[in-house]
């Protein structure tokens, strides 16, 4: 992890790199259970219960 500027919310913090789209995102912005961030875990996440 590195500290810096999340590159989705644009608030400083302890970043992770997304394995899909290699942005810098925080916590709040990123889905450590999938290894990337939230609008790479949105898309790779299919909605098997039709909500969306
Ligand atoms: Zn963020
Ligand atoms: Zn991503």
Same mark, same amino acid.
């Given at each position: 992890?590195?500290?810096?500027? *999340?590159? /989705? %919310? =644009?608030?400083?913090?302890?970043?992770?790199? *997304?394995? /899909? %789209? =290699?942005?810098?995102?925080?916590?709040?912005?990123?889905?450590?259970?999938?290894?990337?961030?939230?609008?790479?875990?949105?898309?790779?996440?299919?909605?098997?219960?039709?909500?969306?």
């Amino acid at each position: 992890m590195i500290e810096g500027i *999340c590159k /989705i %919310c =644009g608030k400083n913090g302890l970043l992770s790199t *997304c394995q /899909i %789209c =290699g942005v810098h995102a925080c916590s709040h912005c990123f889905d450590n259970s999938m290894g990337m961030c939230k609008k790479c875990a949105r898309k790779y996440k299919t909605p098997k219960f039709g909500k969306f």
